[in-house]
């Protein structure tokens, strides 16, 4: 079993900055791939940034420049570093990873950029 635990999120002006954790536990060794998405009210939910096995990063193009994604030496914890946060940035932001061709979500932790 996986676990992904997600933590970070809250309230910010724009322009502002947030750093999310995902601490993830269970049969984490053959980890796919490992990153965030978000759902916004309303929306589907999409991509923000993810971690290949084989290497490499991926962005959304809308973060690109604003959101770092990286991950700590044990591999068991990803951050997204949030910079220059905009209105339209407020979602609910999730973890994820596929793990062996199975998918494991986060709970989702709340991030709102309003004035």
């Known amino acids: 079993q996986v676990q992904l635990v997600e933590s970070g999120g809250g309230l910010v002006q724009p322009g502002g900055s947030l750093r999310l954790s995902c601490a993830a536990s269970?049969?984490?060794?053959?980890?796919?791939?490992i990153g965030w998405y978000r759902q916004a009210p309303g929306s589907q939910r999409e991509l923000v940034a993810s971690?290949?096995?084989?290497?490499?990063?991926n962005y959304a193009d809308y973060v690109k420049g604003r959101f770092t994604i990286s991950r700590d030496n044990a591999r068991t914890t990803v951050y997204l570093q949030m910079n220059s946060l905009k209105p339209e940035d407020t979602a609910v932001y999730y973890c994820?990873?596929?793990?062996?061709?199975?998918?494991?979500w986060g709970q989702g932790t709340q991030v709102t950029v309003s004035s």
């Open positions: 994820h990873a596929r793990i062996s061709l199975a998918n494991y």
């Open positions: 269970g049969s984490i060794f053959a980890v796919d791939v």
């Open positions: 971690i290949p096995a084989g290497g490499g990063i």
